[in-house]
C-alpha cells in the first residue's frame, strides 16, 4: 500500500524558513515523480512544484520561484520542499504527491497534508 | 486567477445528472490529457477521472469524463448524497518551462 507522510509544517514569521517532508513507502520511491500541491484556507489547489524520479529535474510555479526549493533523497524515499523568504500568502496545507507511471500527467496518491501558518 | 475556469457551484437532485465544464487553452487543455479530483472537507483531494475519460479502479461508473478542443467536462449521472464535494480539473501546461494547472474547483451540491 502507497503511504506517503508529509512533516515539518508549523507557524513561521514572515520571511522566515521551513523545510518540509514527505516521506514515502509502498512504491519505488526513485522511479516516480513527485509533486508539492498546495491549498490555502478555503481556497482552491495549487501546484507549487514538481522533481523527476531520477534524472534530477525540476519545475517550479511562478508564485514560489527563487525562494522554493524541491528535492527527494531516494535512498530515504523522501522528497523536501525547502521554503525559504515565506510570506503570509504561502499560508496553506502542503500536500504531496505522486504522478502516475506513464505518459499522463496526474496525481494518484496523496499524503495527508501538513498545515504551514506565515504569521507574526 | 487560475488558469482553467470552472463553474463555482453546481448542484442537483438524487438520481439527476450533473455537469461540470473546464474552459482551458492550447497550452494546457489543447494539447494535454485532463484529469478531475474530488476533496471531501478535510481530506486530501482523490483522482476520479485522468487521461480525459479514464477511471481508476473503485471510481463507479456514474463518474465520465470528455474532452473536445480547449475544453472539458466531468458529468455525475444519477446524482447520489455522497457526491457532494468540490471537483477540481486539471491539465500539464507547456508555457512557462512547464506547470501543472488546476481549476478554481466545483462545489457540488446534492438538494
Known amino acids: 500500500e502507497v503511504q506517503l507522510a508529509e512533516s515539518g509544517g508549523g507557524l513561521v514569521q514572515p520571511g522566515g524558513s521551513l523545510r518540509l517532508s514527505c516521506a514515502a513507502s509502498?512504491?519505488?520511491?526513485?522511479?516516480?515523480?513527485m509533486s508539492w500541491v498546495r491549498q490555502a484556507p478555503g481556497k482552491g489547489l495549487e501546484w507549487v512544484s514538481a522533481?523527476?524520479?531520477?534524472?534530477?529535474?525540476?519545475h517550479y510555479a511562478d508564485s514560489v520561484k527563487g525562494r522554493f526549493t524541491i528535492s527527494r533523497d531516494n535512498a530515504k524515499s523522501t522528497m523536501y520542499l525547502q521554503m525559504n523568504s515565506l510570506r503570509a500568502e504561502d499560508t496553506a496545507i502542503y500536500y504531496c504527491?505522486?504522478?502516475?507511471?506513464?505518459?499522463?500527467?496526474?496525481?494518484?496518491?496523496w499524503g495527508q497534508g501538513t498545515l504551514v501558518t506565515v504569521s507574526s | 486567477q487560475s488558469v482553467l475556469t470552472q463553474p463555482p457551484s453546481a448542484s442537483g437532485t438524487p438520481g439527476q445528472r450533473v455537469t461540470i465544464s473546464c474552459s482551458g487553452s492550447?497550452?494546457?487543455?489543447?494539447?494535454?490529457?485532463v484529469n478531475w479530483y474530488q476533496q471531501f472537507p478535510g481530506t486530501a483531494p482523490k483522482v476520479l477521472i485522468y487521461?480525459?475519460?479514464q477511471r481508476p479502479s473503485g471510481v463507479p461508473d456514474r463518474f465520465s469524463g470528455s474532452k473536445s478542443g480547449t475544453s472539458a467536462s466531468l458529468a455525475i449521472s444519477g446524482l447520489q448524497s455522497e457526491d457532494e464535494a468540490d471537483y477540481y480539473c486539471?491539465?500539464?501546461?507547456?508555457?512557462?518551462?512547464?506547470?501543472?494547472?488546476f481549476g478554481p474547483g466545483t462545489k457540488v451540491t446534492v438538494l
Open positions: 504527491a505522486k504522478r502516475a507511471r506513464g505518459a499522463w500527467y496526474y496525481f494518484d496518491d
Open positions: 509502498g512504491f519505488t520511491f526513485s522511479n516516480y515523480a
Open positions: 522533481t523527476s524520479g531520477s534524472d534530477g529535474s525540476t
Open positions: 492550447s497550452s494546457n487543455i489543447g494539447s494535454n490529457t
Open positions: 487521461s480525459n475519460n
Open positions: 486539471a491539465a500539464w501546461d507547456d508555457s512557462l518551462n512547464g506547470r501543472y494547472v
